[in-house]
């Protein structure tokens, strides 16, 4: 049974994600409340986003903190001023330390534009468009003390074209960002999630078919 569940959405760029979950929100798909909107970046337009929505939103910048805890810290009690929950990252460019991770254990989600295990860290669309593969794709998972390393909650495959640029390889993917993190939140709020191990379990939730896919496409001779 889904629930209302409080947001804190950390950002330093557009906010593309950001967006998209607001837009779930607004329209009722989403049992969600963004509580607050948080940036270490002061010109990041994931701001105007939220203020143009009457989201609280505000900056912390990172310069003048002697160290990542002590940064991480105003961010807990930031977030902890607001009631939130759960932990959204939506372009937030910055690693979190332990305290951060310790104070929202399994709370924390981020998404990842590849197919986690592969091409973690940053531009990750860029390494597996220079690899060659035949699929990529986005996953959200929990955060861990890792560098995108926590348990993987869903996953969108995107096809690679012979003809694709990175850009264009990353609009595609862009839009699979768009659908499945929102998808991913919903599942949190309605009780859906079972972190076992490294393993998320979802619950009483349909299973995907068993067609393979593949690129190119197999013919039969």
Known sequence: MSRIVNLGVLVSGSGSNLQSIIDRVETGSLPAAIR??????????????AR????????????GFANREDYDRRLVETLNAHGVELVV???FMRVLSPF??????????????ALLPSFPGTHGQRKAFDYGVKFSGCT?????????TGPVIIQAVVPVYDADTEETLSQRILREEHRIYPQ???LYAEGKLRVEGRKVRVLDHPQPDGSPRHNPPVTDF
Do not use: C, Q, Y
């Open 36 to 49: 607050i909107v948080v940036s270490n970046n002061p010109a990041a337009f994931a701001l105007e986003r």
């Open 52 to 63: 143009k929505h009457g989201i609280p939103a505000t900056v912390i910048a990172h310069e």
């Open 89 to 91: 990252l939506a372009g």
């Open 100 to 113: 951060f991770l310790r104070a929202f254990p399994m709370r924390v989600m981020n998404i990842h534009p």
């Open 140 to 148: 959200v998972h929990f955060a861990d003390e890792g560098v995108d």
């Open 184 to 186: 991913a939140i919903r």
